[in-house]
């Protein structure tokens, strides 16, 4: 594993649930010790490995957090999240209250959304 991790040469972000018992934080604890790893990021949640699905604004901001804080080269077309804002999808409105509507969360569905349509997610 410590030989595969040293190969990573784009920028990481490594994200864990802290009830998460399908990979704990324990294991991404191991992956964030890439050379490549800016962040190890503990997402607070009782829903355990559901959390990325359910905890939307958690992991959208983490999101925005890590695209934003990029210094490697410059994002593919189609990606940057502050160039347009489509209307949120249904799926969207129902997970991310009003009230935490953030610049940050609506920048990360963006950049999301951006990611759907390109294949890369």
């Known amino acids: ?12 972000t490594v994200a864990v649930v802290d009830s998460d018992r399908l990979f704990t ?18 997402i607070a949640s ?4 559901d959390a990325f699905l359910i905890e939307t604004p958690q992991v959208f ?6 695209l934003r804080s990029s210094s490697s080269a410059p994002r593919p077309p189609g990606t940057d999240p502050s160039a347009t804002r489509t209307p949120p999808t249904d799926l969207e409105t129902r997970h991310a209250p009003a009230a935490q509507d953030t610049a940050a969360s609506r920048a990360a569905r963006a950049t999301a959304r951006s990611l ?3 294949g890369l997610w």
């Open 25 to 42: 934080p324990a294991d991404g604890a191991v992956v964030a010790q890439a050379p490549a790893c800016r962040e190890l990021v503990t």
């Open 1 to 12: 594993m410590e030989s595969a991790l040293r190969r990573i040469t784009a920028e990481l």
């Open 116 to 118: 759907r349509a390109s």
């Open 46 to 49: 009782p829903y355990g490995h």
């Open 61 to 66: 901001g983490l999101i925005d957090r890590a």
